[in-house]
C-alpha cells in the first residue's frame, strides 16, 4: 500500500510551496513477513546476566544501552532506565511505547540536534541523556526480523574511543544522531532548487527517490523496489519541467554532513557547493539504520530496505542457519557480499532495467552492485583487477602531506583514483576496449572521507584534505557529464552510508573483557552483535 503524508517527520518552518499532487512524501513500508528473532528460552538466564555486566555502573563511559527483541516487543535498555515499545496494531508503519522505568532513553528521537557545525562542536561526546535517536524505534526493531540478529545488540557510547580496537579518533556504529547523521544532497533536472534546508530524510528513502525521480515503473502495490521500506521523497522533487534522462549517485564514505556543509559554504569544497546551490540539501542529513556501518547502509542506499530486512546485517555476523560466521568487510570478501542478500532483495539496477530493458547502469567501486551492467567487482569476480596505480605519489588530487604518512590515505587514494577513472571512462563512452552507452543511473563510491574521518576525527585537518581530494574528484566525474552534453538532462545525488563522531580519546574500554571473565559462552560479532551460547 502507498500512503501519501502531508510531511516527514520533522517539519520545517514554513512548508515549501509545492504545486499539483504530489505533496510532502510517499511512504511505503513492508512489515516483517517472519516473527522477529528473540533471545531462546534457554538463553535467558545467560541474558539476564550479561545485561547485568554491561550495564555495570563500570561499563557506563562505553556502553550506551543494550537492545533486544523479546518477540513482540522491544527494550532498550540502559544503567538508570529501560523502555519498552511494539508495533502498532492499528499503524501498520507505526510504533508504539508500552512500558518505561526509570529515565527512558529513547525520549529524544530528533533529528535536527547538533546541526549545525557550531552545535556539534559546542557538544562534544554527549552523554546518552543529552543525545537524540532519530527514528529509534523503527531501526531497532528492523534488526530483529533476520534470522541472523543478535541476542544482545550493545550501542557504543558516543564518547567511547576504540583504543583497543583500532585507535579511532572518528566513530560510527551507533543509534545518536551525529553517527546516524549523513549528507543529502540532490540537483539537477526533475530537482527544486531550495538550498539548504531544515529537515531531514533516512538513507533507505535514497532509492525510492531516485526511481520516482527517474520515472520508474512501481509494483503493483506502488513501491518501486520489493521490500522497500523507504519514502519517495517528493519534497525535494520538481517534475513540471520533465524527469531526467540520467542520475549520477556519489557516496562519501562516513562524512560528517556539517564539516562537509561548512566546507562547501566556505568555498573549500566547489563542486559539492555547486551542487547544493542548484538543488536541495537536507541540513539535519539522511539518517542510517543500526548499525550504522558502512556495507549494511551502502545497501540500504541502493536496496531502499533496512539491513534487517536486505539480509546485510553489519560488517560480520553469526549465521545461525549455518553457524558460521559472515564477514562482508574486507578486501577478500566485498565483491562476493551481495552473495547474502535476502532473496527478492532488489537495487535501483534491478528497477530501472523493469522499467527500460535496453538501460545502461554502472557501479563504480560500490560493492552493493546487484543488477548493474556495469561493476567494478564485476573485474575481481571474473580474476581480473582494473588498473589500479602502484602508489598513490603524483596522482592528482590527493594531499601528498597526508598521502606520505599514512597507509590508509595512500591505500584510498589509489582506490578512489582508480574509482574515478571507471566513471569518466564510462561516462566519456571507452574504457579498457569497451564502448559504453551513457548510463541510466551510475553510482560512484568514494572511500578517502571515511578512512581520514576515523584516523584524525572529522574537525581535523586530514577530515577536511579528505573532502578537497574527493571534491575535486567529483568535479571530474561532473566535468565528464558536460563534455557529454547530458548536463541538464541529469540529476546528481550525494549521500553518505553514516556520520562520524569525534570521540573521547580518555575513554576507553571492552566489554567483552567482563563477559568472558564471568565466564559466559558467547560470541561478539563486528563489536556490538552478541550471540550467546555459540563460542
Known amino acids: 500500500m502507498v500512503h501519501i503524508i502531508l510531511w516527514s517527520q520533522e517539519r520545517p518552518q514554513s512548508p515549501p510551496e509545492i504545486g499539483g499532487p504530489d505533496l510532502g512524501t510517499i511512504l511505503a513500508v513492508t512489515p516483517p513477513t517472519a516473527a522477529p528473532h528473540r533471545i531462546a528460552p534457554e538463553l535467558e538466564a545467560d541474558a539476564a546476566h550479561a545485561l547485568d555486566l554491561l550495564l555495570d555502573p563500570a561499563l557506563e563511559p562505553v556502553v550506551d544501552m543494550v537492545v533486544m527483541s523479546h518477540g513482540d516487543h522491544y527494550e532498550a535498555r540502559t544503567h538508570d532506565g529501560s523502555v519498552t515499545f511494539r508495533r502498532s496494531e492499528t499503524d501498520p508503519t507505526g510504533y508504539e511505547p508500552i512500558g518505561a522505568t526509570g529515565v527512558d532513553p529513547l525520549t529524544d528521537q530528533s533529528t535536527e540536534k547538533f546541526a549545525p557545525l557550531a552545535e556539534e ?74 538550498g539548504l534546508v531544515a529537515r531531514s530524510g533516512r538513507l533507505v528513502d535514497v532509492a525510492p527517490t531516485i526511481l520516482h525521480l527517474l520515472g520508474a515503473t512501481p509494483h503493483p502495490d506502488g513501491t518501486y523496489l520489493a521490500g522497500q521500506d523507504g519514502e519517495v521523497r517528493l519534497d525535494v522533487l520538481d517534475l513540471d519541467g520533465g524527469r531526467p534522462q540520467h542520475v549520477i549517485g556519489f557516496l562519501f564514505d562516513g562524512t560528517n554532513p556539517n564539516v562537509l556543509y561548512a566546507m562547501a559554504a ?40 533496512h539491513p534487517g530486512h536486505h539480509g546485510i546485517l553489519n560488517n560480520a555476523w553469526w549465521d545461525r542457519a549455518t553457524g558460521t560466521q559472515i564477514i562482508t568487510n574486507s578486501s577478500a570478501t566485498w565483491h562476493a557480499a551481495m552473495d547474502n542478500l535476502a532473496a527478492g532483495t532488489e537495487s535501483i539496477h534491478t528497477a530501472v532495467h523493469r522499467t527500460w530493458s535496453d538501460a545502461f547502469t554502472a557501479s563504480c567501486n560500490e560493492p552493493c552492485d546487484v543488477d548493474a551492467n556495469y561493476s567494478t567487482f564485476d573485474f575481481f569476480r571474473r580474476g581480473e583487477v582494473p588498473p589500479i596505480p602502484n602508489d598513490p605519489i603524483g596522482l592528482p588530487h590527493s594531499t601528498e602531506r597526508f598521502v606520505r604518512p599514512s597507509k590508509d590515505y595512500s591505500w584510498s587514494t589509489i582506490i578512489d583514483h582508480m574509482c574515478v577513472e571507471q566513471a569518466v571512462g564510462i561516462l566519456s563512452g571507452h574504457y579498457r576496449d569497451t564502448t559504453y552507452p551513457l548510463p541510466k543511473f551510475m553510482w560512484v563510491n568514494f572511500t578517502l572521507t571515511d578512512s581520514a574521518m576515523h584516523e ?80
Open 121 to 194: 562542536r559546542a557538544n562534544p561526546y554527549p552523554h546518552r541523556t543529552a543525545n537524540a535517536y532519530p527514528h529509534a524505534y523503527d531501526t531497532i526493531a528492523q534488526i530483529f526480523d533476520h534470522p541472523s540478529a543478535p541476542d544482545l545488540c550493545v550501542i557504543h557510547s558516543a564518547a567511547h574511543n576504540w583504543e583497543d580496537q583500532g585507535g579511532h579518533r572518528g566513530e560510527h556504529g551507533s543509534l545518536g544522531v551525529v553517527q546516524a547523521r549523513a549528507p543529502f544532497v540532490i540537483a539537477g533536472k526533475g530537482v527544486r532548487n531550495d
Open 266 to 305: 566556505s568555498g573549500e569544497a566547489p563542486n559539492v557547493a555547486r551542487l547544493m546551490a542548484m538543488g536541495t540539501s537536507y541540513q539535519h542529513g539522511a539518517m542510517a539504520s543500526l548499525p550504522t556501518i558502512t556495507l549494511a547502509n551502502h545497501t540500504s542506499i541502493i536496496t531502499g530496505r
Open 456 to 535: 584524525g576525527g572529522p574537525h581535523s585537518e586530514i577530515a577536511a584534505a579528505s573532502i578537497r581530494d574527493s571534491d575535486a574528484r567529483i568535479g571530474e566525474v561532473i566535468a565528464a557529464v558536460e563534455r557529454a552534453g547530458a548536463f541538464d538532462d541529469t540529476a546528481f545525488v550525494l549521500v553518505a552510508d553514516h556520520g562520524m563522531e569525534e570521540n573521547d580519546p580518555t575513554v576507553q574500554g571492552d566489554w567483552d573483557v567482563p563477559l568472558k571473565e564471568s565466564g559466559l559462552t558467547f560470541r561478539d560479532e563486528a563489536y556490538g552483535f552478541l550471540y550467546l551460547g555459540v563460542s
